[in-house]
C-alpha cells in the first residue's frame, strides 16, 4: 500500500477520534456531578463510538463496493454493541463493588461492621481494600471498648476519691467546729483524730500524685542492683506490726541470689503495697507467703494470702485505678500508707511495667496471689 495512502487512513481515523474524544470529554465536563455509573458510561461509549466511527469514515473513503460497506457497517455496529453491552455489565459490576465498598466504610465509621465482604470481591485491589478495613474496624472497636473501659474507671475512681475525701473533711469540719465551740470534752483526743484524718488524706494525694505520674509517663526510675531478699525482708519488718496486730502472719521464703535491676524505692512501694493488700483482706490467725524464685531469664515475686479470694470476674480489674471489688475485698481506710482508695494495685501495676515486668493476680483456692515478674537485667 502507498505511504500516501497509510497516511490518508491513518489522518482520517485520528481525526475521527479526536473529535469522538472532544465529544465524549465535554459529556464527562457537563456529567461531572452525575453517578460513576454513567461517567463510565460515557468513556465506553466515546471508545466505541472512536472506533467505529474510524472504521466507518476509512471504508467509506476506500471507496468500496456498497455491498462490501453494507458488511462493514453491519460487523462494526454488532461489534460496537456488544462490545458496548459488554462493558456495560462490567461496570455494573464495578459500581456494585463501589458501593459495597463504601456501606463497609459506613459500618466501619457506625461501630457495625457488615457481616460479609463477598460481594467486593470484584478485584484483589477490592478483596485487599475490604480486608483493610476490616481490619480497621476490629481495631477501632477494640479501642472503642478500651476507651470505654478507662472512662468507666475515671468515674468510678471520681466517684470514690470525692467520697474518700468529702468522708474525712466532714469530720475534720466537726471535730473542728467542737473545738471552736468548747464542747470538746477531750481536746487531746480530737486532735488524735484530725491528725489521723490528716495522714489520710496526705496518703490519698500521694497516691493521686504517683498515678498521674504513672499515666503520663513522667515516672523517672533510678535502676541499680538490689536483693528481692532484701525486699521483702524491709517490707515485712515495716508491717509486721500491723499484721500481728491483727493476728496474721508472715512468712518469707525468699533467697539472697534473687537480684534484680531497678529503683530500689518503687519497687519497695510496690513491695508495700501488695503486702498491705494482702493483710487487709487476710482473716485472722491467716498467713501470708512471701517467695522470690528464678523463671528462665526473670524473677518471679509471689504474694499469697489466705482470704477469702477474689471473684473470677474480678481478676481482670483488680488493677484498674479505684477498683474495690467484692464486700469481701472492700478496703476500709486503708493501712500503713496506703489510702484505702483502690489505688495501690494499679500503682503498682504502672510500677512493673515502668520496669518492663508484669504483675497478675490468681486464685489459689485457699486465698488469692499476686506474681510480679521481673527481667533479670530490668
Known sequence: MPLADVAAIAGIALACALLVGLAGVVALWLLRRRSLMVQLCVVILAVVLSFAAGVLAVAEAMYISPHDLLVVVVVTVISAVVALGVAVLLSAQLVRGIRSLQQLTHSVGDGALLDGTGSLAVNADFTRVADELVATSERLAAARDEVQLLDRSRRELIAWISHDLRSPLAGLRAMTEALDDGLAEDPARFHRQ?????????????????????????????????????????????????????????????SPDHTVVGDVRELARVMVNLLANAIEHTPENGTIRISTAREDDAMLLSVQDSGAGIAHDDLTRVFEPGWRGTDARTPGAGIHGTSGAGLGLAIARGIVEAHNGAISAHNTGIGSRFDVRLPVGA
Open 194 to 254: 484530725m491528725r489521723r484524718q490528716v495522714d489520710h488524706m496526705t496518703d490519698l494525694v500521694d497516691s493521686l500524685f504517683q498515678l498521674s505520674k504513672i499515666t503520663s509517663g513522667t515516672l523517672v526510675l533510678r535502676p541499680e542492683p538490689m536483693s528481692l531478699h532484701d525486699l521483702v525482708s524491709d517490707a515485712v519488718a515495716e508491717l509486721a506490726p500491723i499484721a500481728q496486730a491483727k493476728g496474721v502472719s508472715l512468712v518469707e521464703l525468699t
